[in-house]
């Protein structure tokens, strides 16, 4: 998925992305500045893993910031729709070599849901998903060797 394009994305993803980002704005950049603050009173700034820990955790939490206001700021909605192939918010209904089945949840990694198998269309298993139909087998490399998955089933994910 290209910056240009936008993130898709659940309501459900939006809104936990946006509950994070309002978390750390606030809540958390408090508390990182409260640790380096106690870390600071302790004393030479220079042999104080203390501090060194906390500015780290503040420079990742700073990053991790203004990476969710991007996404949330170029965020498209995951439009699902019926559909014969599988697309990006499908839900693909899988059987691997060994006879075991499984679903997966085609859709970029930020709309990783519970308990559900999530295949981003940028990896090798959701690139190759993506325009199957059911009875079709897929195949992809990995770094563990080749995979085949036959597609028994394909519907909308609903939240």
Do not use: C
């Amino acid at each position: 998925m290209s910056e240009i394009e936008g993130t898709l994305l659940t309501p459900e993803a939006l809104e936990k992305l946006r509950g994070e980002f309002d978390h750390l704005t606030t809540t958390g950049r408090d508390e990182v500045v409260a640790r380096i603050a106690e870390a600071r009173a302790h004393g030479d700034l220079k042999e104080n893993a203390e501090y060194d820990t906390a500015k780290n955790d503040q420079g990742l939490m700073e990053a991790r910031i203004r990476w969710l206001k991007h996404t949330i700021d170029n965020a498209r909605e995951l439009e699902v729709e019926e559909s014969d192939v599988i697309t990006v918010g499908s839900v693909a209904t899988v059987i691997d070599d060994d006879g075991d089945e499984m679903e997966f949840f085609i859709a970029p990694s930020e709309n990783k849901v519970p308990g559900m198998l999530l295949a981003s269309p940028d990896s090798p298993l959701g690139a190759a998903l993506l325009g199957a139909k059911p009875g079709d087998d897929v195949h992809y490399e990995a770094p563990g060797g080749t995979f085949t998955y036959h597609v028994k089933a394909i519907r909308p994910f609903e939240a």
